[in-house]
């Protein structure tokens, strides 16, 4: 069926964990630039530096503003970039998108940094990174901003809770994953991300 007929509220747990996760697994394939989608997450920076270490990219693209935190205006780029730096990834081989509020702006922004760093004709993979549960909008974004030509390998962190296996397990993250299915849904419906089938 097509996301946008889903009803969310109205998925089982089996279909919620197909819906969010089928087909997000790294392919282990080298890239560009190692894409971090914006969110202050130790697991997020981890799991950069360690691809960055394994020789996956050698430009780090660190993304988001400070929108969301009401109680700390520190650019989510910026609070990644001090814990990445300590984790061994040179400064010179990072880039920063500091603007973004949400995903969709992770996306459109830091197409600017790309092209201002070595060119968006030159980007043929990037290999991205985000929590388990959002990466399957974050790469429903990049498929609808970013040029056609440019391809993906799929690094969901590697957090303890949170992941296809174990995302019931936890009321925090039952409720994210919930939280994001709706919204995949609801951007969709509204032409923020483009349609796509699914099987559930």
């Not at 990834?89 to 920063?96: I, Y």
Request: hydrophobic share 40%; aromatic share 8%.
């Amino acid at each position: 069926m097509l996301i946008s007929e889903i009803q969310p509220e109205t998925l089982t747990r089996e279909q919620l964990t197909r819906f969010l996760f089928d087909g997000i697994q790294d392919d282990g394939k080298n890239g560009d630039c190692i894409f971090v989608f914006g969110g202050k997450s130790e697991s997020r920076v981890k799991k950069a530096a360690r691809l960055f270490r394994d020789n996956r990219a050698p430009w780090v693209l660190l993304t988001g503003g400070s929108a969301r935190w009401e109680d700390d205006d520190t650019p989510e780029a910026e609070w990644m970039k001090a814990r990445i730096v300590k984790l061994g990834v040179p400064e010179d081989a990072l880039l920063l998108e500091r603007e973004a509020a949400n995903t969709t702006e992770n996306v459109v922004a830091s197409m600017m940094v790309l092209q201002r760093a070595f060119g968006l004709n030159r980007v043929k993979r990037l290999v991205v990174v985000s929590s388990p549960y959002h990466m399957r909008r974050a790469r429903m974004t990049l498929t609808t901003y970013m040029p056609r030509w440019v391809r993906y390998s799929l690094c969901p962190d590697d957090r303890p809770y949170g992941q296809r296996y174990n995302w019931w397990k936890s009321q925090k993250e039952r409720e994210r994953v919930m939280k994001e299915a709706a919204s995949i849904v609801k951007y969709v419906r509204a032409g923020i991300l483009l349609d796509e089938e699914v099987e559930l």
